[in-house]
């Protein structure tokens, strides 16, 4: 059992009815974590504002209990002595609590002793998400009582259960104060975990103070904009919920770059869209319309490159930008990075034996040969060792590996093989990565050139609530909607023409925006209605793709999981 770690920002930005706490008291012998043991545990388990679980045990410890310890909570020796060990108590409540937040009255001392705890039997630090109803009721109550110890906010509040210093009646008082300050909480819009954070911290920062420029965000996806004094767009982002992504930028982000945007930022607006698409691909838009200086991503589509093969007389691959409208028959993209290309049509010349020179051959094919013919990587075209006819047979194998890439992929694999066998694992993984990042960028030149040529299309998807309709035309958004009930092929279609857009013949769409349509499309709940041109995608060497593809996916997840696990131990090691 590993030690419950911090939720991300995603999961603070929960509504507060549907997120999971548990509440938790301590009983100790002392108030010194390090000198001192944990002799019960109490946990409530909240949802929704019901009690979902409760967990309670006493711990045994090696020293006697000191008499005001006793005197205090009612605690005995003789209660601890047949009382399970730290080692067999702790894995348990740490399965009890699993990721929820944890919230004490006053949580430093509770999850001081935690941590000690945590640190003795697993080695590892504990890092838990909090809240503290303590802070939460300073904030919220002022002056309204005369101090705040748990034992004053229950009879405020008028709880059934007074605190009695036993562990699990304290967290069953605390439940009771909590649900109440979260109704006081309501009062100053908290409606999120991320909410109650930013009410439990100090209101002087310059970030925490400017939150007013959202009050009146909505629970809605849509496009937000940072705008500057000179009504410039500084930053342009998207949200599933509006108000939970931009209270985001108020809270406990310490990120300078946050800072300085919140800093410049004399307004923010925000438009919302019927579905998190839409808001995808306006954001992608406006990005590449308006520039915003705060904006990285996306800012320069033109980054995606092509590999065209040349026309002259001894072809060669090429590497090109992106262009969305050229024909994919000698061309393959589009790639992520000029970077990424460049391996590609390296490979591919290690591969067939394609020459990757830059300069143009005289047909007097009087060139001085470089080492790429002393070690056979190449024909050598430029010095005349091969004419024409004789270096055809490698344009006609790169030319039909951009097509059917059965053999392309074929080759690479064996390379990888025998470099792994003959244990050169660097170059065995990089002739692997280069195997993978082909598969992919064949994979999304395939769907980008099929939606690309199929007119106007309409899909939809059929959901548990009614059904997500998509109208696009030549590989561009035209519309995206979300029904309440199910709609039949011909209500769908009434949609889409409904939904038209005059202008969207002149919308020439990014790379990134057509892969967004495709993703959308390759879901297997959805299906195509029409389609002005018909949709076909490509299947040549569909098989040896398709298990590449699933191959370099595995991967990635593993190394995913690979460097989460990392992160998590150079977190808890901190």
Not at 83 to 102: C, D, I, K, R, Y
Not at 283 to 303: C, D, G, M, S, T
């Amino acid at each position: 059992m590993r030690p419950v770690t911090q939720l991300s920002l995603d999961d603070r930005g929960i509504p507060l009815f549907d997120a999971t706490f548990v509440v938790v008291d301590l009983e100790t012998s002392g108030l010194d974590p390090q000198a001192s043991s944990i002799t019960e545990i109490g946990a409530v388990k909240i949802c929704g504002g019901e009690v979902v679980g409760e967990f309670a045990s006493f711990i045994r410890i090696e020293t006697p209990l000191p008499a005001r310890i006793t005197a205090i909570t009612g605690i005995t020796d003789a209660m601890l002595a047949s009382a399970p060990p730290l080692e067999s108590v702790l894995p348990q409540f740490l399965s009890f609590a699993s990721t929820h937040p944890l919230i004490a009255h006053n949580v430093p001392f509770d999850v001081g002793f935690l941590r000690a705890a945590v640190s003795r039997v697993y080695g590892e630090t504990f890092a838990p998400q909090t809240l503290d109803t303590l802070r939460l009721a300073r904030r919220l109550l002022g002056d309204e009582v005369r101090n705040f110890r748990l034992s004053t906010l229950a009879q405020r509040f008028q709880s059934p259960i007074a605190p009695d210093h036993r562990a699990l009646t304290d967290a069953r008082a605390t439940v009771h104060v909590f649900h109440a300050l979260v109704e006081r909480a309501a009062g100053f819009g908290a409606t999120t975990v991320d909410d109650l954070h930013a009410l439990t911290r100090s209101s002087s920062t310059p970030q925490a103070r400017r939150k007013s420029l959202i009050a009146d965000a909505p629970n809605t996806a849509g496009v937000y904009r940072f705008i500057g004094p000179n009504d410039e767009t500084l930053y342009v982002g998207k949200a599933t919920d509006l108000r939970q992504r931009l209270s985001s930028y108020f809270g406990a982000d310490n990120r300078r770059r946050v800072a300085a945007l919140v800093r410049d930022t004399k307004t923010i607006r925000w438009d919302i869209t019927d579905t998190v698409l839409e808001a995808e691909v306006c954001e992608l838009r406006a990005i590449a319309v308006e520039q915003p200086r705060y904006n990285v991503r996306h800012r320069r589509p033109e980054r995606h490159v092509d590999v065209v093969l040349t026309t002259e007389a001894f072809p060669r691959l090429k590497i090109v930008t992106h262009d969305p409208h050229a024909n994919t028959t000698d061309r393959l993209g589009p790639f992520a990075s000029h970077r990424q290309a460049t391996r590609f049509v390296e490979t591919v010349a290690d591969v067939t034996g394609l020459r990757d020179c830059t300069m143009p051959i005289r047909r007097a094919q009087n060139h001085p040969a470089c080492i790429r013919k002393d070690v056979n990587k190449c024909p050598a075209p430029c010095d005349g060792t091969v004419d024409i006819a004789g270096y055809l047979p490698s344009v006609l194998a790169a030319s039909t590996s951009l097509a059917d890439p059965t053999g392309l992929l074929a080759s690479l694999r064996d390379s990888m093989t025998v470099r792994a066998n003959t244990h050169r694992f660097e170059e065995a993984t990089t002739v692997r990565d280069t195997l993978h990042q082909l598969a992919f960028a064949l994979h999304r030149a395939r769907q980008l050139s099929a939606l690309r040529v199929a007119g106007t299309l309409v899909a939809l998807r059929h959901t548990t609530q009614g059904c997500d309709t998509l109208s696009c035309r030549n590989g561009a958004f035209v519309a995206a909607k979300t029904h309440r009930h199910r709609l039949s092929d011909t209500e769908a279609l009434t949609w889409a023409w409904a939904a038209e857009v005059t202008d969207q013949a002149t919308v020439v769409p990014t790379a990134e925006e057509t892969m967004l349509l495709a993703a959308w499309l390759n879901d297997t709940t959805t299906r195509i209605v029409s389609s002005s041109n018909g949709f076909a995608v490509a299947c040549r060497g569909g098989q040896a793709l398709h298990a590449t593809l699933i191959e370099g996916r595995q991967l990635r997840r593993q190394q995913q999981q690979a460097l989460r696990q990392a992160d998590f131990s150079a977190a808890t090691n901190r």
